[in-house]
């Protein structure tokens, strides 16, 4: 029988000692892992970086505001129309609320194209010009994105006489249909050469997270190819040469698609969320994105590698609201939302202002207004304020190379 000689004892005290020597290597070997993922994270740039002084401005969407102030199936209020009477002027109203109380004077603004041509080759820019004046009245330089997505859901924008011609299905690439194309393109030159008059744009956007399928419609995305045919759409329309932008949505540094933007037009734009949900059996946890060191985008990287090459770098989306799986509405003081703490909006502030951007578009500002109207619950406004107020809103002259 196989094992120690007859007669003689098990070694425990050798066996013991071998055993306690493994388990104290490997705790040194986890300590070591454990203070080199440390050393990563606190030599990475939010960390390292100088606090800059970039001019803060908000991000606007009409349907947005609508669904956080006039819709509400708890009080009988439903889906309110795009065609109902006195909408743009509401819209306005509501922009200039938000500038006049806030004190931004940058804003980002989305044409949608199933509201400004909802028949073929009739165009209706009402609501986008009476949002360009209420921003000029109030000395605010608006970046102006068009495309075939816009800001907030459903993000594509497509209307319906184009789609009952178009042969698109899931997870296709739209812009590849000849129809969608064409009609996307003869759009772009339409708004362009319209707006294009007004004093209140200082920069516009091709398209929104172009590089980026759309879960929220159909899973569709846009080819690189297409989005520089928009954007020598937008050149070519403008006779005031303003500067073009490309905006992208990178979790990880794995995505390199931001050197397309780079290199397509005048300005890198990027969308910034510091604080992603991610779901585990059971439960959901708040991941600090820019905390898992060499993981996370290097957006001062960008940044300097954008002003070398004579660009600029913005954040058009600036996580300044939480991010949630279901209705935001019913995010209130009593049901707070894990991912948007006081604490991780001013942190993101902080982050903001290391990322080395000229600009930084909060991303937002139309559901602090609704906490503080629907809940009396003024601190995100008061959050937002206080770091529009204190960033550096030179005139815009200055802040464009």
Same mark, same amino acid.
């Given at each position: 029988?196989?094992?120690?000689?007859?007669?003689?004892?098990?070694?425990?005290?050798?066996?013991l000692? %071998?055993?306690a020597?493994?388990?104290?290597?490997?705790?040194?070997?986890?300590?070591?892992?454990?203070?080199?993922?440390?050393l =990563?994270v606190?030599?990475?740039?939010?960390?390292?970086?100088?606090? %800059?002084?970039?001019a803060f401005? $908000?991000?606007?969407?009409?349907?947005?505001?609508?669904y956080?102030?006039l819709?509400d199936?708890?009080t009988?209020?439903?889906?309110?129309?795009?065609?109902?009477p006195?909408?743009?002027?509401w819209?306005?109203?509501?922009?200039?609320?938000?500038?006049?109380?806030?004190?931004?004077?940058?804003?980002?603004?989305?044409?949608?194209?199933?509201?400004?041509?909802?028949?073929?080759?009739?165009?209706?820019?009402t609501?986008?010009?009476?949002?360009?004046?209420?921003?000029e009245?109030?000395?605010?330089?608006v970046?102006?994105?068009?495309?075939?997505?816009?800001?907030r859901?459903?993000?594509?924008y $497509?209307?319906?006489?184009v789609?009952? +011609?178009?042969?698109?299905?899931?997870?296709?690439?739209?812009?590849?249909?000849?129809? #969608?194309?064409?009609?996307?393109?003869?759009?772009?030159?339409?708004? #362009?050469?319209?707006?294009?008059q007004? %004093?209140?744009?200082?920069?516009?956007?091709a398209?929104?997270e172009?590089?980026?399928?759309?879960?929220?419609?159909?899973?569709?995305?846009?080819?690189?190819? =297409?989005v520089?045919?928009?954007?020598?759409?937008?050149?070519?329309?403008?006779?005031l040469?303003?500067?073009?932008? $490309?905006?992208h949505?990178?979790? =990880?540094?794995?995505?390199?698609?931001?050197?397309?933007?780079?290199a397509?037009?005048? #300005?890198?734009a990027?969308?910034?969320?510091?604080?992603?949900?991610?779901?585990?059996?059971?439960?959901?946890?708040?991941?600090?994105?820019?905390? $898992?060191?060499?993981?996370?985008?290097?957006y001062?990287?960008?940044?300097?590698?954008a +002003?070398?090459?004579?660009?600029?770098?913005?954040?058009?989306?600036?996580?300044?609201?939480p991010w949630?799986?279901?209705?935001?509405?019913?995010?209130s003081?009593e049901?707070p939302?894990?991912?948007?703490?006081?604490?991780? =909006?001013?942190?993101?502030?902080?982050?903001?202002?290391?990322?080395g951007?000229? +600009?930084?578009?909060?991303?937002g500002?139309e559901?602090?207004?609704?906490?503080?109207? +629907?809940?009396?619950?003024?601190?995100?406004?008061?959050?937002?304020?206080?770091?529009?107020e204190g960033?550096?809103?030179?005139?815009?002259a200055?802040?464009?190379?």
């Amino acid at each position: 029988m196989a094992g120690a000689p007859a007669g003689r004892p098990f070694p425990w005290r050798r066996f013991l000692a %071998g055993v306690a020597a493994l388990a104290g290597g490997a705790a040194a070997c986890a300590l070591l892992v454990g203070g080199m993922l440390v050393l =990563f994270v606190r030599l990475s740039w939010p960390h390292t970086e100088a606090l %800059g002084n970039p001019a803060f401005g $908000i991000n606007f969407s009409c349907n947005y505001a609508e669904y956080l102030l006039l819709e509400d199936a708890a009080t009988g209020n439903g889906h309110v129309p795009d065609d109902r009477p006195g909408r743009a002027r509401w819209c306005a109203g509501t922009l200039g609320e938000l500038l006049e109380g806030l004190g931004a004077r940058h804003v980002r603004l989305s044409v949608e194209w199933s509201q400004v041509e909802p028949r073929q080759g009739e165009f209706d820019w009402t609501l986008i010009d009476a949002l360009l004046s209420e921003a000029e009245e109030h000395g605010a330089r608006v970046l102006l994105t068009v495309g075939l997505k816009a800001q907030r859901h459903p993000e594509y924008y $497509i209307p319906g006489w184009v789609l009952e +011609r178009a042969s698109v299905a899931y997870g296709d690439e739209v812009s590849s249909d000849p129809f #969608v194309r064409e009609r996307a393109l003869v759009m772009i030159d339409a708004a #362009v050469a319209h707006f294009s008059q007004s %004093g209140a744009i200082d920069a516009w956007g091709a398209d929104n997270e172009p590089y980026v399928p759309s879960l929220r419609a159909s899973n569709w995305s846009l080819s690189r190819e =297409f989005v520089q045919e928009e954007v020598a759409a937008i050149r070519a329309n403008d006779r005031l040469a303003r500067p073009v932008s $490309i905006n992208h949505g990178q979790h =990880f540094v794995f995505d390199r698609r931001w050197k397309h933007a780079l290199a397509d037009a005048d #300005v890198l734009a990027q969308s910034l969320y510091p604080w992603r949900n991610y779901d585990i059996p059971g439960r959901t946890l708040v991941v600090p994105i820019l905390e $898992i060191g060499p993981l996370a985008p290097n957006y001062s990287y960008q940044a300097r590698l954008a +002003r070398e090459q004579g660009r600029n770098f913005w954040i058009t989306e600036m996580q300044a609201e939480p991010w949630v799986d279901g209705d935001i509405r019913l995010v209130s003081p009593e049901r707070p939302s894990a991912n948007l703490t006081e604490a991780n =909006f001013r942190k993101n502030i902080d982050y903001a202002r290391r990322v080395g951007a000229d +600009r930084i578009y909060l991303w937002g500002a139309e559901w602090w207004l609704y906490q503080r109207v +629907r809940y009396g619950d003024a601190r995100w406004w008061n959050l937002g304020r206080a770091a529009i107020e204190g960033s550096g809103n030179a005139p815009p002259a200055a802040q464009m190379r």
